[in-house]
């Protein structure tokens, strides 16, 4: 259990926090925070949120998953290897690690996201805490063969998942959803890209399809910020040239295929829920530094990580820059609805 004493604002003092709160649910503030920074926040802002959130997870209480400090530590050689400028060195340091890609879901995709999160700001600390988080909470949602197999059931989601209805589903964990979820008779309610080759394009599509059909879902949010983390491992480790490519045959193939499940089983979980409903004339914002900006404001933690996802993908080639633009501002849009 984390003790009372007060906390420096300092973002490596937030980091080194214990990442969940009291009943295993993530502790959100260091992704929020490093998000907060890249967005070019104000520092009057980010201290404020930070003072918020600190007092909110004090109250609830912060705890390590069992054995998360050992992996921090065990993960320290690879996390600056993963950083290396030299390209076979990283690649090396990817062997090392890359058993952790089955359970890449685990904690509804937290390990993964503040994993892209160390990657991207090149910070080998959170490289390692994103690996440890990761080993930690693990969650392998389909074993052997049966991953990812099934008919062919179209380029988009459709048709009711064979699930429980919404009314019981609702208030579980995201864990438990994806859980009951992988479960299914159906595999190609899993698959809903059908037999098409697995590229990132192509996942990126499915994961943006599901942000904009239910914005206010965690389920739905964590697939983009998931396949963000993703992308961001790619880029490191293999490059990030061609998102057109197939990536069953390439280093992360694993990691891929791991993604794929579980983007396909966020798909099956919502199709149990509506769509949502946005009012009409929602105010369009005219540009991403606009939209980035809004996000901050709105003082929901989701916001700013999605849109600073979004941005990131488009500024790696994985969606277009209209696309991001369009999910983003659904995600604003459904704040500001249950906000009023």
């Known amino acids: 259990m984390c003790s009372t004493r007060v906390v420096s604002l300092d973002l490596e003092a937030i980091e080194e926090l214990p990442?969940?709160?009291?009943?295993?649910?993530?502790?959100?503030?260091?992704?929020?925070?490093?998000?907060?920074?890249?967005?070019?926040?104000?520092?009057?802002?980010?201290?404020?949120?930070?003072?918020?959130?600190?007092?909110?997870a004090y109250a609830e209480g912060l705890v390590d998953p069992p054995l998360y400090r050992w992996a921090v530590d065990h993960y320290r050689s690879a996390a600056e290897g993963l950083l290396h400028d030299d390209p076979q060195v990283r690649r090396a340091a990817f062997g090392a690690v890359r058993p952790l890609g089955d359970g890449l879901a685990g904690a509804a995709f937290h390990g993964l996201i503040r994993l892209g999160?160390?990657?991207?700001?090149?910070?080998?600390?959170?490289?390692?805490?994103?690996?440890?988080?990761?080993?930690?909470?693990?969650?392998?949602?389909?074993?052997?063969?049966?991953?990812?197999?099934?008919?062919?059931?179209?380029?988009?989601?459709?048709?009711?998942?064979?699930?429980?209805?919404?009314?019981?589903?609702?208030?579980?964990t995201v864990f438990d959803l994806m859980n009951i979820a992988a479960g299914c008779e159906d595999r190609a309610a899993l698959r809903p890209w059908g037999q098409q080759p697995l590229t990132v394009h192509r996942l990126a599509a499915a994961a943006l399809s599901l942000a904009a059909r239910n914005p206010s879902s965690f389920v739905a949010v964590h697939t983009v910020t998931g396949l963000h983390g993703l992308s961001e491992l790619h880029r490191c480790v293999d490059g990030l040239d061609d998102v057109h490519a197939?990536?069953?045959?390439?280093?992360?193939?694993?990691?891929?295929?791991?993604?794929?499940?579980?983007?396909?089983?966020?798909?099956?979980?919502?199709?149990s829920f509506p769509r949502e409903g946005l009012p009409a004339g929602t105010a369009r914002l005219d540009s991403s530094e606009r939209m980035l900006a809004a996000?901050?404001?709105?003082?929901?933690?989701?916001?700013?990580?999605?849109?600073?996802?979004?941005?990131?993908?488009?500024?790696l080639g994985v969606v277009s820059v209209e696309d991001a633009m369009r999910v983003g501002m659904v995600k604003l849009a459904?704040?500001?609805?249950?906000?009023?």
């Open 19 to 56: 990442p969940e709160l009291t009943g295993a649910l993530t502790f959100h503030l260091p992704l929020e925070l490093a998000a907060l920074e890249l967005a070019g926040a104000d520092p009057a802002v980010i201290a404020a949120r930070t003072r918020r959130r600190l007092a909110e």
């Open 295 to 315: 996000a901050v404001a709105s003082g929901e933690t989701h916001d700013v990580k999605l849109v600073l996802a979004l941005q990131r993908l488009a500024s």
């Open 246 to 271: 197939p990536v069953s045959n390439g280093p992360l193939a694993c990691w891929w295929d791991a993604y794929a499940t579980a983007l396909g089983t966020a798909h099956a979980v919502l199709a």
């Open 334 to 340: 459904a704040t500001e609805c249950r906000a009023h």
């Open 117 to 172: 999160y160390g990657l991207w700001r090149r910070r080998a600390p959170e490289v390692a805490r994103g690996l440890a988080y990761l080993r930690c909470r693990r969650q392998v949602l389909v074993a052997g063969d049966d991953r990812g197999q099934g008919d062919a059931v179209g380029d988009q989601p459709g048709g009711p998942a064979p699930l429980p209805g919404a009314d019981e589903l609702d208030g579980l």
